[in-house]
């Protein structure tokens, strides 16, 4: 860790990352108001709507919307780090493990810590008992607390010891003023061994997915639930499992019904639990599963099953990637999730029933991600980009599809078609990147494209790293406080455009 821009500043050097005649002497830390866009969702029901009276992108105002600077990710290939905005200073993580704070006016490095290994997870920033608060997990089941304002280190938590377990859902806050233990951190719990079942000496598979709620604090574990109940085994053919049910997102919170939601992933290895493709709600508090929606039963996938050893059970991973959203229709608080297979669904909360479900694509049984990295949501609509070149809108009332648009890839970038990313609402405005590199604001009432911006192309950037943008994958956009929050080239299992660049837009008068 260290503190670049004061230092640049005094001494008047140039730097290959800041360019020092651009760098304030002395930052600060001005945290902004109270209602800014917190965790991946934008709030605790991840609906990434911002209508904020302090957000003032819409459509009457787009046309002012402007690249403000680019910086570039030194020795990155794919951009898997979500922007975090919070007052003054821009929060993100790199694949090498760099975490940033950035000034939101110039780009300018005010610290980089240098975590164990790469960093996925959006940064959530919290005052916790007077003192700010960065957290974010890394690629080795590392979960960190900084201060934000130094970059210090104030304590590491190893939430999985599975040798297999990564990060990648953003963690969430709550402070229950009831409890013994109020300040916590739920923070979601994934895996790589999906990848490694592909392996033919590896003994697949052993991992379970879980919920680990920590001390805010502190970093103690408070209470660690699993989506599968069942502790794994071999059977008599030599086979481990039940497996897999990791969590790719970040958790739902419901503070009125005291409950949590997780979305989860495929099994790896037989048999396949309900806990794999499921929604699975938990009190908050003690972390106890109240109910289980499985999506798709049996659903068996590792990457081999894209490989010519690929077994007879191959499932068509039809998992949760996306994680629900906190809605509400006909005086009911419901919950919607958009599923792989292409299916959104509303349940009831409390009991886990289905409301209704809608299929946004024709086959909703072939193989392959067609709803992967999450929806958005205002008072009576979600909006879903899918990969077959689509985005929809659905409404919460009987899930009818009110309007969807077919968005093909651009002239020569035909290789890379679909939505995948998540999407992000703003007032009236629907922003959404695509495989391409195309980044679209559309109206929210009738999916008329209003603005577009073409991301696969070299940047200039204020920290003077060469960088370029490519496809624009499992990052979405963050809208803040007149700031609009970018990254662009991710890989994914795609393969898809490389780039390593951070871009920021700005109205202008």
């Known amino acids: 860790m260290r503190n670049t821009c004061l230092l640049l500043c005094l001494f008047f050097t140039i730097s290959s990352r800041v360019l020092a005649i651009s760098c304030p002497v ?40 402007q690249l403000k600077w680019a910086s570039g990710f030194d020795n990155v290939r794919s951009v898997i780090g979500n922007p975090a905005l919070h007052g003054n200073r821009i929060f993100i993580g790199d694949e090498n493990g760099k975490v940033y704070s950035l000034d939101r006016d110039s780009g300018c490095e005010d610290w980089i810590f240098q975590a164990d290994n790469g960093v996925r997870t959006m940064p959530l920033v919290e005052n916790i008992n007077g003192r700010w608060t960065v957290f974010f997990g890394d690629r080795s089941a590392n979960f960190y607390a900084l201060d934000a304002v130094t970059g210090e280190q104030l304590w590491e938590a190893k939430v999985d010891d599975h040798p297999a377990a990564i990060l990648t859902g953003a963690p969430q806050y709550v402070n ?14 994934s895996s790589g061994e999906e990848g490694l079942g592909a392996v033919p000496s590896y003994p697949c598979c052993s991992f379970q997915g879980s919920v680990v709620t920590l001390n805010a604090l502190s970093g103690e574990t408070i209470w660690k639930t699993y989506t599968i109940q069942e502790p794994v085994s071999e059977n008599s053919d030599g086979k481990i499992g039940p497996s897999g049910a990791a969590i790719w997102s970040a958790p739902t919170i419901d503070i ?11 099994a790896y290895s037989a048999p396949a639990d309900i806990g794999t ?37 191959c499932g068509p991973d039809h998992d949760f990637g996306a994680p ?21 669904r509303a349940y009831d909360r409390q009991s886990g029933e289905i409301l209704w479900q809608t299929a946004l694509v024709d086959n909703t049984t072939e193989f392959g991600g ?34 969807a648009v077919d968005f093909p890839p651009v002239a020569g970038m035909e290789s890379h078609p679909g939505l995948e990313g998540p999407v992000t609402l703003s007032h009236d405005v629907l922003f959404s990147g695509s495989w ?52 662009s080239g991710y890989v994914g299992v795609k393969n898809g455009a490389t780039g390593n660049v951070l871009l920021v837009f700005e109205l202008v008068p």
């Open 176 to 189: 229950l003023e009831n409890a013994s233990e109020d300040h916590r951190l739920i923070v979601p719990v």
């Open 436 to 487: 391409d590199g195309m980044l679209r604001a559309l109206s929210s009432s009738s999916g008329e494209v209003l603005w577009d911006f073409n991301t696969a192309v070299n940047f200039e950037t204020v920290n003077d790293v060469a960088a370029n943008g490519g496809s624009l994958g499992a990052v979405g956009q963050v809208v803040e406080d007149g700031l609009l929050l970018v990254t």
């Open 277 to 313: 493709d499921a929604v699975i709600a938990m009190d908050l508090t003690s972390g106890n599963i109240r109910w289980i929606n499985q999506g798709t039963s049996d659903d068996i996938w590792t990457v081999i099953c894209m490989t010519p050893n690929a077994f007879d059970e």
């Open 324 to 344: 629900s959203i906190l809605v509400t229709a006909n005086d009911m608080d419901i919950l919607a999730a958009g599923q792989k297979s292409g299916i959104v």
């Open 370 to 403: 067609k709803i992967v990295w999450g929806g958005a949501s205002d008072a009576n609509n979600s909006y879903w980009g899918i990969n077959n070149n689509v985005i929809a809108a659905v409404s919460h009332e009987d899930g009818s599809i009110l309007w």
């Open 256 to 266: 009125d019904s005291n409950l949590l939601f997780v979305t989860t992933g495929d």
């Open 26 to 65: 002395e930052l600060g830390f001005n945290p902004g108001n109270d209602d800014s866009w917190q965790g991946w969702g934008g709030d605790l029901g991840n609906t990434r709507f911002n209508n904020s009276d302090n957000n003032p992108i819409n459509s009457s105002t787009l046309q002012n919307l």
